[in-house]
C-alpha cells in the first residue's frame, strides 16, 4: 500500500488510513478492510475532548474473536487514523467511556 485509504463514518467524516498505520499492524488486505469495516459500522463511537484536541474512538469486533479500537485525530485540517489497538483491554474501554461523550 503506497496511499492513503479514504473511508467515511457514520458521521459524514472523511478518515485516512496512512500507510504506516497498516504497516504497523502487518499489512494485508484484510487488515484494511476490518479497519474499514470498523470505522463505517462501529459498535460505539466516542468523542473525547482534552487540550483542545479532540479524538473520536471507534469500537467493534470483527470476526468472533477480534476487536479493534480505533482512534483517529483531526491532523493537518483532516481525520487521520491516528492509532489501531487490536483487542483492547475492557480498562481501556471502560476509561475511554469515562473521559468521553458516546456519540454512537
Not at 492513503?4 to 467524516?13: E, H, I, R, S
Not at 485516512?16 to 498505520?21: G, R, S
Not at 504497523?24 to 463511537?45: G, Q, R, Y
Amino acid at each position: 500500500m503506497t496511499s492513503a485509504v479514504t473511508v467515511v463514518d457514520p458521521l459524514g467524516k472523511i478518515i485516512y488510513l496512512l500507510p504506516h498505520l497498516i504497516i504497523k499492524l502487518n499489512s494485508a488486505k484484510d487488515i484494511i478492510d476490518e479497519i474499514s469495516t470498523v470505522i463505517t459500522k462501529p459498535a460505539i463511537l466516542v468523542e473525547v475532548k482534552e487540550n483542545k484536541e479532540t479524538e473520536l474512538y471507534y469500537f467493534r469486533s470483527v470476526g468472533s474473536n477480534k476487536t479493534f479500537l480505533i482512534i483517529i485525530r483531526l491532523i493537518n485540517k483532516r481525520w487521520e487514523a491516528y492509532q489501531c489497538i487490536k483487542n483492547p483491554a475492557g480498562v481501556m474501554l471502560s476509561t475511554v467511556l469515562q473521559k468521553g461523550k458516546q456519540i454512537f
